[in-house]
């Protein structure tokens, strides 16, 4: 990509920043598959699929990329696989470079528990920025009430580090509004979000929450980690 390319998709994606904010999630969406064609995708955790059912109403065969750490819950697969029997999209599950039992072989065993930010470096951002190559923009299903790390999040954002448009179709929702589309239609969600889980990462990083505590408290808990570096 051109300096020149990267300064205008820079400019479109700040302006429709400010353009797509009272906007609807199908709209931003239909903005960005009218904008892009094939050249974009979304990535999801498999903690619901919400986004990913958005997504494949205005644009069916939409690419859908799932990053498979190795370390996820069976029922996080289990919700992967059913994503991509039921919708209309195209799910591309993403691999780091070494497997588990490499990575213990080269950085020692639990190498989350002793560096996790190295861990999710390897497993989750690197492999994330590897299947971006080829997309000029990539979805999300970021929401400013997940966390106050997360509370100003544009629906629309430059994503300088990967020189990518960045959109958050939900970014405005709550989770009331999650639980009413996902009602509504029937939207597949990962089991554990009924077993007290409120974020769903890798399993060994990831704990139930309490009653009244921060949705995203179960993540990475007890080392004031917050975010896996995917969004940073």
């Known amino acids: 990509m051109t300096v020149t390319e990267t300064t205008d998709l820079e400019a479109l994606a700040n302006r429709a920043g400010l353009e797509l904010e009272d906007a609807t999630a199908s709209e931003i969406l239909a903005w960005t598959h009218e904008r892009f064609g094939p050249a974009w995708c979304v990535t999801s955790s498999m903690e619901d699929a919400v986004v990913a059912h958005l ?4 644009a069916p065969g939409v690419d859908v990329v799932f990053l498979d750490t190795g370390y996820h819950f069976p029922e ?3 919700t992967r ?14 691999h780091p470079d070494l ?3 490499e990575q213990d072989a080269e950085y020692g065993a639990a190498l ?3 560096d996790p930010d190295a861990c999710c470096a390897m497993r989750k951002v690197a492999p994330l920025e590897r299947s971006l190559t080829n997309y000029r923009a990539w979805a999300t299903g970021l929401r400013r009430d997940d966390s106050p790390s997360r509370a100003n999040t544009p629906v629309v954002s430059w994503d300088a580090r990967r020189r990518k448009v960045k959109v958050a179709p939900i970014a405005r929702w709550t989770q009331d509004d999650v639980d009413a589309y996902v009602a509504e239609y029937g939207v597949l969600t990962n ?4 077993d007290g889980y409120a974020s769903i990462g890798c399993a060994p990083c ?4 309490a009653p009244g505590e921060d949705a ?3 993540r990475w808990a007890g080392n004031g980690k917050t975010e896996c570096g995917i969004h940073t």
């Open 76 to 78: 996080t697969i289990g």
């Open 99 to 101: 497997t588990v039992l």
């Open 206 to 209: 990831t704990r139930r929450v």
């Open 191 to 194: 089991p554990l979000l009924m």
């Open 216 to 218: 995203r408290a179960g």
């Open 112 to 114: 989350h528990d002793r």
């Open 55 to 58: 997504a494949s109403r205005v």
């Open 81 to 94: 696989d059913a994503v991509a029997a039921v919708y209309d999209v195209n799910v591309i599950t993403v």
